[in-house]
């Protein structure tokens, strides 16, 4: 099974900013829709942005709208989130992985990317 192997997280200041990665070295990577998803101890977790496979449409939670945006390199498999602006509520792990709308079903996530923002 191809793993997503999320990274670039770190702490940073409330207004800093943070560039994840995510590597998907799956063969029809160019075929799939992709989405960043966040989760914090205790809530289930939730979306954050997507793109679609061929980077042309964007879509991003009204919570992080005009502060994050999402980008990918199908030649090398890789989605990127830029974060500007960050603020104390962006504190969590993040992930990646295929976007659908039943994405809360997929079974297969990496392992994530600690983001932590002090205020």
């Known amino acids: 099974q191809v793993q997503l192997v999320e990274s670039g997280g770190g702490l940073v200041q409330a207004g800093g900013s943070l560039r994840l990665s995510c590597a998907y070295p799956?063969?029809?990577?160019?075929?799939?829709?992709m989405g960043w998803y966040r989760q914090t101890p205790g809530k289930d977790r939730e979306f954050v942005a997507s793109i679609v496979f061929n980077g042309r449409s964007t879509f991003y939670a009204d919570s992080v709208k005009g502060r994050f945006t999402i980008s990918r390199d199908n030649a090398k498999n890789m989605v990127y989130l830029q974060m500007n602006g960050l603020k104390h509520e962006d504190t969590a792990i993040y992930y990646c992985?295929?976007?659908?709308?039943?994405?809360?079903?997929?079974?297969?996530w990496g392992q994530g990317t600690q983001v932590t923002v002090s205020s």
């Open positions: 992985n295929v976007w659908t709308s039943g994405w809360k079903s997929l079974s297969s």
């Open positions: 799956e063969p029809r990577f160019s075929s799939y829709d």
